[in-house]
Nanobody
């Protein structure tokens, strides 16, 4: 059994900051990539940022320079520091992990999502 649990969402004014965290637990052998996705009402889910086990990062153009993704491989956690937030960043943010379970196959797991609302 593998679980991803997010925390840190909430309501913030435009220009403010929030930090999202996600912890993966269970029978995990290796986490290859951890990522944050978001889905706004009426829109498709989009990749916000991803990070490999080696620390290579990738960001959506819309968040470059404002968001920073980081991870702790020893703790199986990933964080998303969001600054200079805009109303268009409002969405449900979900954590994602590409991992291999102990004695298991490689699969994608998702957290339950956390709401981020940015008021203008």
């Amino acid at each position: 059994q593998v679980q991803l649990v997010e925390s840190g969402g909430g309501l913030v004014q435009a220009g403010g900051s929030l930090r999202l965290s996600c912890a993966a637990s269970g029978s995990i052998a290796t986490i290859y990539v951890m990522a944050w996705y978001r889905q706004a009402p009426g829109k498709e889910r989009e990749l916000v940022a991803s990070i490999t086990s080696g620390g290579s990062t990738n960001y959506a153009d819309s968040v470059k320079g404002r968001f920073t993704i980081s991870r702790d491989n020893a703790k199986n956690t990933v964080n998303l520091q969001m600054t200079s937030l805009k109303p268009e960043d409002t969405a449900v943010y979900s954590c994602n992990a590409d991992l291999r379970r102990i004695l298991g196959i490689r699969s994608i797991y998702w957290g339950q999502g956390t709401q981020v609302t940015v008021s203008s």
